[in-house]
């Protein structure tokens, strides 16, 4: 276990009997799992490390967790709308005019994220500054942005190119490595033109001294300017030469190899609390490539790498996403439609019906992960290179990025559940049905927040599969882009297609889409197209639903409806505050209580609790059942009954 681009390793598991293993140790790490022992063993300790954590249940285990190694701090409601990203856009204009087009056909989007290179060439690698002469006014850029009522996330690195201003500063105080990283080459070419090194080095994360300057940089060139969050690129970080010695590399905290997998949790930690340090009035919110126990503590969501574009890579997003999730990490995302599509590019990419299937169920994944955010090479990715309204791919894409943003009350509360109370948003099914052992290896659906049973189609139903092999280290090599590919006709991504989800004993379960209900410890076979995947909700949920929104703050949540899904007592907290500052941490927020009483068909919503500015005052939630029955209430923060039959 070594951190790498499309691997993260913390060094924990647990088991369905209720206990977990963390092994507190951060240097190379072989685990071994063997029916008669499990073992762990480490390159460099000063001590043998270990803590036996028994929570009785799944949820215990991550609070166990999660009180060993750090809490979860809440983010801004806007990082769990749409976000729109490619590698990359390559000027102001180009980034400006994806936001104005996303508006102008009415489509919602949060954020936009630009990539490398807005610094300018390799050898100002990561200078942390709008130095392109392709990025004229970034400030202007930002306010425009802004003024779309969209946020600006940039491409930040752990490693300075030797024409920037932080590689002067640390290199004459000894903060930089000397190993092999990336961009190798001075110039942008593949394979690296070692003729023109980069001469690009990696930072030495453990030394707080460096950590200051990297802020100091990252402030002064980037921050000041009202950038809104950070995609932290390379936290592993990129160490391509791998050479045994490159190990014995001297850091702040002693030798590489005794620190090597918690460098992602310094750089990251570092960002985190300079950002905490300078600012309350905007929460802090990053995007990384790696991670370590304990990142959770850091604002920080991190994405399973440079992975391919293909059924295979996602299909193994799921597991990732849970397992991650089961080591107390929570925030969990990838690129959707995977990152290397070069297969595809000279195949009629976005047009491609092989690209367009793949990448909408990777999408529909994606809406229910914490950040649900589309990127990639090769291939664009925004919705209008799919087509137009009335186009059934594209409309299948619409269709996901709204009911992502009607379900922003239940996320965003599930969010406080998660800060709160230790849960988590990705949970296998083996955490909520232990006693169903049918649960314990399936891998291919799971829980969202704790009501939506998702199953994802992780296999082409409309074209053949296409078997892609890429490292992320040589991904860069186009030269299978070049091979043409005959070309499908006649598909028809409407016809429907049959799929079996497995519903976990102990529960009914309902329909989303039909609310047929279906009981639980069983295989059923369900009927769907391109627009639809299996999605059901557990009985015994109690849902909200936001308004139509172009962006997550648009309307304010003063008329929610709310779905019952009865068949036993349900509970549910609507958490709503400021949504990008830290005033909830001195209780400025509010919490609702629901809670459906099976016996008597009663919803009881309950006196709201706490306050703070802005707050709504009165509202209405109308309330629904599967059957149909409707009642709208209206609410002021008293105790209200509402009766069904």
């Known amino acids: 276990m070594i951190q790498n681009n499309t691997w993260d390793f913390v060094p924990f598991f647990q088991s369905v009997k209720g206990y977990g293993v963390f092994w507190d140790n951060y240097s190379p790490t072989q685990f071994t799992d063997k029916p008669d022992k499990t073992s762990l063993s480490s390159e460099v300790g000063e001590g043998v490390d270990y803590y036996f954590i028994y929570g009785k249940n799944a949820d215990g285990v991550v609070a166990g967790m999660r009180n060993l190694t750090g809490k979860v701090p809440m983010i801004p409601l806007w990082t769990y709308g749409y976000w729109q990203s490619k590698e990359r856009y390559k000027s102001q204009d180009e980034l400006l005019e994806v936001v104005k087009k996303y508006r102008d056909l009415k489509v919602p989007l949060d954020g936009i994220i630009q990539d490398w290179q807005y610094w300018g060439n390799n050898y100002q690698w990561n200078a942390m500054d709008f130095i392109s002469p392709d990025f004229p ?37 000894g903060m930089l490595f000397d190993f092999k990283t990336w961009p190798e080459s001075g110039r942008e070419v593949w394979p690296p033109d070692m003729d023109y090194p980069s001469g690009v080095r990696v930072y030495d994360a453990y030394n707080p001294e460096a950590r200051n300057i990297y802020w100091k ?5 980037v921050f000041s300017l009202g950038v809104d969050s950070w995609w932290m690129d390379s936290t592993e970080p990129d160490h391509l030469s791998q050479k045994p010695e490159d190990l014995d590399t001297k850091t702040y905290l002693g030798s590489f190899r005794k620190v090597r997998n918690a460098y992602p949790l310094m750089t990251v930690g570092g960002v985190y609390d300079h950002q905490r340090e300078t600012t309350s009035d905007k929460r802090v919110f990053i995007l990384t490539r790696s991670a370590f126990a304990g990142q959770q503590r850091y604002a920080a969501n991190t994405w399973s790498g440079d992975v391919n574009s293909s059924w295979e890579s996602l299909r193994n997003q799921v597991p990732a996403g849970l397992n991650f999730s089961l080591t ?68 299948a894409i619409e269709k996901f990025i709204n009911l992502r943003y009607s379900m922003l009350p239940y996320i965003y509360s599930v969010s406080w559940d998660v800060s709160k109370n230790n849960s ?29 049973l998702v199953s994802p ?26 091979k043409k590919e005959n070309s499908l006709s006649n598909i028809d991504f409407n016809q429907n297609k049959t799929v079996k989800v497995y519903l976990p004993a102990g529960s009914d379960w309902f329909d989303f889409w039909t609310n047929e209900k279906s009981k639980g410890g069983q295989e059923i076979e369900k009927s769907i197209n391109l627009q ?16 139509d929104v172009q962006y997550a703050t648009e309307k304010k949540w003063d008329n ?46 309950d006196s709201r609790k706490g306050n703070f500015k802005g707050m709504i005052e009165k509202r209405t939630f109308n309330v629904m059942l599967p059957d149909g029955q409707k009642k709208s209430v209206s609410y002021s923060g008293k105790k209200v009954n509402v009766k069904f039959k």
């Open 137 to 173: 006014d970034a400030k202007k850029m930002i306010q425009d942005i802004h003024d779309m009522n969209a946020h600006l996330s940039v491409s930040i690195w752990s490693s300075f190119g030797p024409m920037t201003n932080p590689y002067r500063e640390m290199d004459k105080k």
């Open 217 to 221: 940089y990252l402030n002064k060139g």
């Open 328 to 395: 107390g990490n929570p925030n969990f995302n990838s690129d959707i439609g995977g990152f290397f599509a070069c297969i595809y590019k000279r195949n009629g990419g976005a047009n491609n019906p092989m690209f367009q299937e793949l990448y909408v169920r990777w999408l529909q994944y994606g809406t229910f992960t914490p950040m649900m955010r589309s990127h990639g090479t090769d291939v664009p990715r925004e919705i209008y290179q799919f087509g137009k309204k009335g186009d059934v791919v594209y409309d």
């Open 424 to 452: 988590s948003f990705l949970r296998a099914l083996s955490m909520d049905f232990s006693s169903d052992q049918k649960t314990w290896n399936i891998n291919n659906e799971y829980i969202f927040g704790k009501s939506f």
């Open 457 to 482: 189609i992780l296999n082409p139903q409309y074209t053949p599969e296409k078997f892609i092999k890429t490292d992320e280290n040589e991904g860069w090599n186009k030269t299978d882009a070049t």
């Open 532 to 547: 639809s995947i299996p999605l059901y909700v557990k009985a015994g949920s109690i849902i909200p639903f936001g308004p």
């Open 560 to 605: 929610l409806t709310i779905k019952i899904y009865p068949g036993t007592d349900a509970d549910f907290v609507l958490y709503e505050d400021e949504f990008d500052n830290y005033n909830y941490e001195k209780g400025d927020y509010t919490e609702i209580p629901f809670h459906w009483n099976e016996k008597s068909k009663t919803l009881t919503i």
